[in-house]
């Protein structure tokens, strides 16, 4: 069984910059890959980004690239999301996701976090 809790989320305006980290109970961390998922309101879920066990293979979806930057530290059992130049359609309650195969498809995951609302103003 794995525990996820995200922090981080918050109130920015757009263009600003917020990072999101999201702590895991377990101890073989690095045996899990980890991703970042959101959901708008209305919306379904999206995938954000994933980023395997050791670190070397990472996903971005096309909407974030360039912008969002996945990052993780096994010793510290947390993965991170910095995101810059947020817009206002990044606003959503973001979700870390932990599974033992690194996947960008949200059903694929075994254990989710409880979310952290990001809400970005103009």
């Known amino acids: 069984q794995v525990q996820l809790v995200e922090s981080g989320g918050g109130l920015v305006q757009a263009g600003d910059s917020l990072r999101l980290s999201c702590a895991a109970s377990?101890?073989?961390?690095?045996?899990?890959?980890m991703g970042w998922f959101r959901r708008a309101p209305g919306k379904e879920r999206e995938f954000v980004a994933a980023?395997?066990?050791?670190?070397?293979?990472?996903y971005y979806s096309d909407s974030v690239k360039g912008r969002f930057t996945i990052s993780r530290d096994n010793a510290k059992k947390t993965v991170s999301l910095q995101m810059n130049s947020l817009k206002l359609e990044d606003t959503a309650i973001y979700y870390c996701a932990a599974d033992t195969l690194i996947t960008t498809k949200g059903e694929e995951y075994d254990y989710w976090g409880q979310g952290t609302q990001v809400t970005v103003s103009s």
């Open positions: 980023i395997s066990g050791g670190g070397i293979r990472i």
């Open positions: 377990t101890r073989t961390f690095s045996s899990y890959a």
